[in-house]
T-cell receptor, first 109, second 113 residues
Framework: KNEVEQSPQNLTAQEGEFITINCSYSVGISALHWLQQHPGGGIVSLFMLSSGKKKHGRLIATINIQEKHSSLHITASHPRDSAVYICAVSGGGADGLTFGKGTHLIIQP | EPEVTQTPSHQVTQMGQEVILRCVPISNHLYFYWYRQILGQKVEFLVSFYNNEISEKSEIFDDQFSVERPDGSNFTLKIRSTKLEDSAMYFC???????????FGNGTRLTVT
């Protein structure tokens, strides 16, 4: 069974700061997902990674398969980035995701 | 952009009653999932469904739970006899073939009293 750990659990930063959220997992995976959950509860998929690095706008996600570690970076953070960011991993095929507890991010103006 | 839709958004039921949570996945998707999130806790996998059958289920998905895809568009989760501890937000998700991204619905908040 995969254990997914995220750090930090909570993060408060000022607008414009560079944000890093970390995720580590215990067992080899086929893909790692970064998800965003807003206060209303809805979940949006940000990235799905199996190797290397992906970028979308101000968001960058990296994964190191050997170290079983991934990071999500937000550049030039904005109050609208405030949300819970969740790391989740899958073993492939129809496998369900195993989720981390999430990082609660607040960006203050 | 196509989206996964879930109904109802909020369901209140009494302990022991049966509930059916409904989902309409994105039309050309092949893999379907139910997840739940108890308030304040992390999201947990319940069940995956592919090729008209259950592919994988978690320990949570016991005999009280069942899933159906009755007509090629809807995907339902039934809880036969609800317990207080079934109170949670239930998310439906779907994805296409290969490494396509997962799309989540907005969730159904189930409250068992």
């Amino acid at each position: 069974k995969n254990e997914v750990e995220q750090s930090p659990q909570n993060l408060t930063a000022q607008e414009g700061e560079f944000i890093t959220i970390n995720c580590s997992y215990s067992v080899g995976i086929s893909a790692l997902h970064w998800l965003q959950q807003h206060p209303g509860g809805g979940i949006v998929s940000l990235f799905m990674l199996s190797s290397g690095k992906k970028k979308h706008g101000r968001l960058i996600a990296t994964i190191n398969i050997q170290e079983k570690h991934s990071s999500l970076h937000i550049t030039a953070s904005h109050p609208r980035d405030s949300a819970v960011y969740i790391c989740a991993v899958s073993g492939g095929g129809a496998d369900g995701l195993t989720f981390g507890k999430g990082t609660h991010l607040i960006i203050q103006p | 952009e196509p989206e996964v839709t879930q109904t109802p958004s909020h369901q209140v039921t009494q302990m022991g009653q049966e509930v059916i949570l409904r989902c309409v996945p994105i039309s050309n998707h092949l893999y379907f999932y139910w997840y739940r999130q108890i308030l304040g806790q992390k999201v947990e996998f319940l069940v995956s469904f592919y090729n008209n059958e259950i592919s994988e289920k978690s320990e949570i998905f016991d005999d009280q739970f069942s899933v159906e895809r009755p007509d090629g568009s809807n995907f339902t989760l039934k809880i036969r006899s609800t317990k207080l501890e079934d109170s949670a937000m239930y998310f439906c998700a779907s994805r296409g073939r290969g490494s396509s991204p997962l799309h989540f619905g907005n969730g159904t908040r189930l409250t068992v009293t």
